[in-house]
């Protein structure tokens, strides 16, 4: 298992609103409904190696990708700080590739930052999610109307 397969399977391993879940490589890939895929790598954005992103890129499994979305660990997760004297300021995490050495810079994630990253594009992903009868009857009450005023 890579670095990225790894950290791919601690954002979305346990989670239970993608089925069919596979880790290939630097991509991670799933089931939204009969219809969407999902797919999810991390990505670079200005400088080489430098992994400051997380891109998703909904696909339809007939007719390809339905829309795309880059959100990076910045707006994320913010500036952290970090007890290295050379970032007084704090950092923006990211992962970088050295030679053969990959990992988090300076900064390593907690389950908290993991959870808000995996909790934005989950977020993203219900925009693509067939309703559950369940929001259509909340959606319903909260407005007054039934399917029949439609």
């Known amino acids: 298992m890579n670095y990225f397969e790894q950290e791919l399977r601690r954002l979305f391993?346990?989670?239970t609103n993608i089925t069919d879940k596979r880790f290939v490589g630097r991509a991670f890939?799933?089931?939204?409904t009969d219809n969407?895929?999902?797919?999810?790598?991390?990505?670079?954005?200005?400088?080489?190696?430098h992994y400051e992103a997380v891109k998703a890129t909904v696909i339809n499994?007939?007719?390809g990708p339905v829309d795309a979305l880059t959100l990076r660990f910045a707006d994320l997760i913010g500036k952290k700080?970090?007890?290295?004297?050379?970032?007084r300021d704090g950092i923006t995490p990211y992962i970088w590739k050295y030679g053969d050495k990959i990992e988090w810079y300076v900064?390593?994630?907690?389950?908290?930052?993991y959870d808000k990253i995996s909790g934005a594009l989950n977020d993203y992903f219900n925009v693509f999610r067939e309703?559950?009868?369940e929001l259509e009857q909340s959606g319903q009450s909260e407005r007054g109307l039934t399917m029949q005023d439609m």
């Open 131 to 133: 309703p559950t009868q």
């Open 36 to 49: 969407l895929r999902v797919r999810i790598e991390f990505v670079t954005l200005v400088i080489a190696d």
């Open 13 to 15: 391993g346990n989670d």
């Open 107 to 113: 900064y390593k994630p907690t389950k908290a930052d």
């Open 81 to 87: 700080m970090v007890s290295n004297p050379n970032f």
């Open 61 to 63: 499994r007939n007719d």
């Open 29 to 32: 890939f799933g089931k939204l």
